[in-house]
């Protein structure tokens, strides 16, 4: 008869269990999600330099969690990195940006016309609902915030929908770099106007089952919306 040996385990002291939680929180910091979100919203500026000390301290990691984080976004286009200059967030100029928006355009067109073939229309029933009356009184308001979240709605509902992976990778990247300037056209003189009745027409169209108008819509948004760009670009950029 064989026998077994129980081993008693101790309960871990108080010092211990913080110690296992802080090292525990360090390692679920996605520190190359923190650092896009605050890079594509804003909160770190164009030119901002990034430096490894600082974020190992801030988030508790060690320096090579850092600058793995920090190639991940120069992949992404999100930062720039040079020898004893460390990593500086990347600037937009006009000429890059209105190079992007051609693409915008193509993509988002797309996009639009995937998601209208892959849904049932009445699926886009509390799309048509949100951009009638809840978004039409904020933009009465002047309550463009609202409006920016609103379309991020449709947005995050369209790539879904329109399920390419590759797709909403390349349009991840582009929005990493233009959430900031999407918010800024926004609030120029009669935009949010014109944007709430596009995307009314786009996802009207959606709701109509008509793929290939919901595409020409969105492209013409997307057109407007460089437009109005090109018109303020000294207030934007």
Not at 10 to 18: E, G, Y
Not at 90 to 118: H, M, P, V, W
Not at 223 to 235: D, G, I, P, S, V
Request: with cysteine.
């Amino acid at each position: 008869m064989v026998a077994t040996l129980e081993l008693s385990r101790r309960p871990m002291s108080r010092s211990a269990t913080v110690a296992a939680a802080r090292q525990s929180k360090k390692e679920s910091v996605n520190l190359e999600e923190i650092l896009r979100q605050r890079i594509s919203e804003g909160e770190i500026s164009p030119g901002t330099k990034l430096r490894e000390t600082a974020l190992a301290g801030e988030f508790g990691v060690n320096r090579a969690r850092v600058r793995q984080a920090l190639g991940a976004l120069e992949q992404r286009g999100l930062i720039e990195r040079t020898p004893n200059q460390g990593a500086v967030v990347s600037s937009l100029d006009a000429a890059k940006l209105f190079q992007i928006y051609d693409i915008f355009e193509l993509l988002e067109g797309l996009c639009a016309r995937l998601a209208t073939q892959n849904a049932e229309p009445e699926s886009w029933d509390d799309l048509v609902e949100l951009f009638d009356k809840p978004l039409g009184e904020a933009v009465a308001s002047g309550n463009y915030e609202t409006l920016f979240n609103g379309i991020e709605t449709y947005r995050c509902r369209v790539i879904e929908v329109a399920n390419n992976p590759m797709l909403a990778d390349f349009l991840a990247g582009i929005y990493d770099k233009t959430q900031v300037i999407i918010r800024r056209t926004l609030i120029l003189p009669g935009r949010a106007e014109q944007s709430l009745r596009e995307h009314r027409a786009i996802i009207s169209a959606m709701r109509a089952g008509d793929p290939y108008e919901a595409e020409r819509l969105k492209r013409e948004n997307m057109r407007t919306a460089r437009m109005f760009l090109e018109k303020y670009q000294k207030f934007v950029l």
